[in-house]
T-cell receptor, first 114, second 108 residues
Framework: EPEVTQTPSHQVTQMGQEVILRCVPISNHLYFYWYRQILGQKVEFLVSFYNNEISEKSEIFDDQFSVERPDGSNFTLKIRSTKLEDSAMYFCASSRTGVSNEQFFGPGTRLTVL | DAKTTQPTSMDCAEGRAANLPCNHSTISGNEYVYWYRQIHSQGPQYIIH???NNETNEMASLIITEDRKSSTLILPHATLRDTAVYYC?????????FGPGTRLSVLP
């Protein structure tokens, strides 16, 4: 069964450093998403991406975040200058359509900012 | 904010049906009801979704009331592996808003 994959599984970085989190969505899916979950808290939507542009973003997704689909398979989340409060699990998801269609989530990347 | 309310936690005996309720009294006509679950810190796992009609798949059944103000997820024969946090989401479009969910504990 096809699945969403994410790398790395765990990333440790120093405050102020840039990190790139990588995702490979399911191959015939057209919509891509990033969510985050701070330890012990709810899963929070960050951004959705379709047709090579952002279609929706939350208040959390400020100027320090960016997303890119650099080739036909990868979908990346970049955090430009990490802060301590960026420490969280980051989940990538993909779906075939943007409405009435289930989103499939990856296993997540645990980001630890020191 | 999430448009759904769910009990904080529930217990279920192994082998019995687990019935997880969800209230979505402010749901609009084009919003779907989705159920996901999260085991430990793994990625949320899709279970089932519906609009108006009851739905069933290999994992679960979804019963939506006629007025669409509430729904129930039914796991017909709960196993220990079904212990997880279950999220009910009422949504149209791409931005899933997760609430705190129901922590289901399946007991031996």
């Amino acid at each position: 069964e096809p699945e969403v994959t994410q790398t790395p599984s765990h990333q440790v970085t120093q405050m102020g450093q840039e990190v790139i989190l990588r995702c490979v969505p399911i191959s015939n899916h057209l919509y891509f998403y990033w969510y985050r979950q701070i330890l012990g808290q709810k899963v929070e939507f960050l951004v959705s991406f379709y047709n090579n542009e952002i279609s929706e973003k939350s208040e959390i997704f400020d100027d320090q975040f960016s997303v890119e689909r650099p080739d036909g398979s990868n979908f990346t989340l970049k955090i430009r200058s990490t802060k301590l409060e960026d420490s969280a699990m980051y989940f990538c998801a993909s779906s075939r359509t943007g409405v009435s269609n289930e989103q499939f989530f990856g296993p997540g990347t645990r980001l630890t900012v020191l | 904010d999430a448009k759904t309310t769910q009990p904080t936690s529930m217990d279920c005996a192994e082998g019995r049906a687990a019935n997880l309720p969800c209230n979505h009294s402010t749901i609009s006509g084009n919003e779907y009801v989705y159920w996901y679950r999260q085991i430990h810190s793994q990625g949320p796992q899709y279970i089932i979704h519906g609009l108006k009609n009851n739905e069933t798949n290999e994992m679960a059944s979804l019963i939506i009331t006629e007025d669409r103000k509430s729904s129930t997820l039914i796991l017909p024969h709960a196993t220990l592996r079904d212990t997880a946090v279950y999220y009910c989401i009422a949504q149209y479009g791409q931005n899933f808003v997760f609430g705190p969910g129901t922590r289901l504990s399946v007991l031996p």
